[in-house]
């Protein structure tokens, strides 16, 4: 069956540390992938998109990682502060045509 | 830029009763318009893809007949949930794409909660 998953439901971390969520996807081969922001009660954010022929995207304190053959993107933030606590969701498009679907996200929580 | 609004964030309706949610892209075209579901703690559901000027296109397990959606312009999609029950209750999200762009970002609404009582 075709999956989307991001295996830590929640994410525990010290100010100042680097935050590495994780996404594994089954049975697709996306040509892209998409890291959201969500806080609660509100819509999703666009961070970032890397393409299948990029191994690595970075922006300001964030990095993500693609590896089409292990089937999985890393998300890191460095440095992190009290204000990147969220949910964090990856997304995949499912038939190249801008069909995206969401894995469940991470739920992270940086303390002071 | 890229800016989508979603109306209203909040409404509380009696069981039996139809309730309209509006989106809208504020400053680019949105040829195409997504509408989702979201449960506490989990994941997006897409409920269905919408483009504009014709049917919506649903996902699986979605009643088109219950969940109707309009998208009527470039700039305007409406999600009407008719009939409500208290499952029904839930948050849903629109979001939107620009024209012709594949790979482009998804632009969200900031979502509505509804309750059924």
């Known amino acids: 069956s075709q999956k989307i998953e991001q295996n830590s439901e929640a994410l525990n971390i010290q100010e100042g540390k680097t935050a590495t969520l994780t996404c594994n996807y089954t049975n697709y081969s996306p040509a892209y992938l998409q890291w959201y922001r969500q806080d609660p009660g509100r819509g999703p954010v666009f961070l970032l998109l890397i393409r299948e022929n990029e191994k690595e995207k970075r922006k300001e304190r964030l990095k993500v990682t693609f590896d089409t053959t292990l089937k999985q993107s890393l998300f890191h933030i460095t440095a992190s502060q009290p204000a990147d606590s969220a949910t964090y969701l990856c997304a995949l498009d499912i038939s190249n045509n801008n069909d995206m679907r969401f894995g469940a996200g991470t739920r992270l929580t940086v303390k002071p | 830029g890229a800016v989508v609004s979603q109306h209203p964030s909040r409404v509380i309706c009696k069981s039996g009763t139809s309730v309209k949610i509006e989106c809208r892209s504020l400053?680019?075209?949105?040829?195409?318009m997504f509408w989702y579901r979201q449960f506490p703690k989990k994941s997006l559901m897409l409920m269905a893809t919408s483009n504009e000027g014709s049917k919506a296109t649903y996902e699986q397990g979605v009643e088109k007949d219950k969940f109707l959606i309009n998208h009527a312009s470039l700039t305007l999609s409406t999600l009407t949930v008719t009939s409500a029950h208290p499952e029904d209750s839930s948050f849903y999200i629109c979001?939107?794409?620009?024209?012709?762009?594949?790979?482009?970002?998804?632009?969200f609404g900031n979502g509505t909660r509804l309750t059924v009582t």
């Open positions: 400053d680019f075209q949105a040829t195409t």
């Open positions: 979001s939107a794409t620009s024209q012709g762009r594949w790979a482009s970002p998804l632009h």
